[in-house]
């Protein structure tokens, strides 16, 4: 069993910022790709940043150069930084991770969804 917690959202002002936190916890052997996801009323859940195991690293174009996902393996953290925020990036936030955990046969691969926490910029 893995657990995704996420932290860091909140209310600001267009053009300030804001760090997002993803914890996973659980019988973790890996943590392979970790995606941020966005869903805003009415509209469908959008991925907005990716990074692999490796460190490769993938953007949405509308966050493209304000937005910067990184992760602490150490501690199997992930964070999203947003810069330059804008009254469009308001929306849920959710971390999402390709997770392979202990089990009774050695390993098993999970994706697994945080709670999601709101992000809120006002104009």
Known sequence: ??????????????GGSLRLSCRASGSIFSIKS???????????R?????????GATQYADSV????????????????LRMNSLKPEDTAVYYCNAVVRI???????????????TQVTVSS
């Open 34 to 44: 970790v995606g941020w996801y966005r869903q805003a009323p009415g509209k469908q």
């Open 1 to 14: 069993q893995v657990h995704l917690a996420e932290s860091g959202g909140g209310l600001v002002q267009a």
């Open 64 to 79: 493209q150069g304000r937005y910067t996902i990184s992760r602490n393996n150490a501690n199997n953290t992930m964070y």
């Open 102 to 116: 202990y089990s009774n046969r050695g390993t098993d691969e999970n994706n697994v969804w945080g709670q999601g």
């Open 46 to 54: 959008e991925l907005v940043a990716m990074i692999t195991s490796g």
